[in-house]
């Protein structure tokens, strides 16, 4: 039987990491990463430098982001959060950075740790 334990690990380790991405994007690069860059890789031209640890982390919060978009619900495998289809209003535009209650498919609670009784996708047979 599965415990779905695994699945919202990777979730929450998206998240955090989406997050982390963030945190280093909005911070001031030019005032610390520049600096330590050129200490520790002073062959490394000041182009590169001025503008490839932005540009990587740009790419981390696009990766990771599109990951989290179409993070799938453990039970469905469906989007949990709807994918991009649903992030047209402003009541569901971070749905998939803090997940609604239930999965929009098949409602599977938020973080539940074995398929409950709760809504089920219906039978297509
Ligand atoms: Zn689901």
């Known amino acids: ?3 779905y334990l695994d699945q919202w690990a990777r979730f929450k380790r998206l998240r955090n990491a ?4 963030l945190v280093l994007e909005m ?3 030019d005032r610390w990463v520049q600096p330590l860059l050129h200490r520790l890789l002073p062959s490394v031209s000041e182009a590169v430098i001025g503008i490839g640890p ?17 993070w799938k619900c453990p039970r469905c495998v469906n989007p ?7 992030m047209d209003s402003v009541k569901t535009c971070l749905d998939w950075l803090l997940l609604p209650k239930k999965c929009i498919s098949c409602g599977l609670p938020k973080y539940a740790t074995a398929p409950s ?7 297509s047979s």
């Open 54 to 70: 932005q540009f990587l982390v740009l790419v981390g919060l696009a990766f990771v982001g599109r990951d989290l978009i179409q």
């Open 18 to 21: 989406w997050l982390v991405f």
């Open 80 to 86: 949990f959060a709807g994918g991009r289809k649903t």
């Open 117 to 123: 009784n709760e809504a089920v996708a219906p039978s």
């Open 1 to 3: 039987m599965t415990d």
């Open 27 to 29: 911070s001031p690069f």
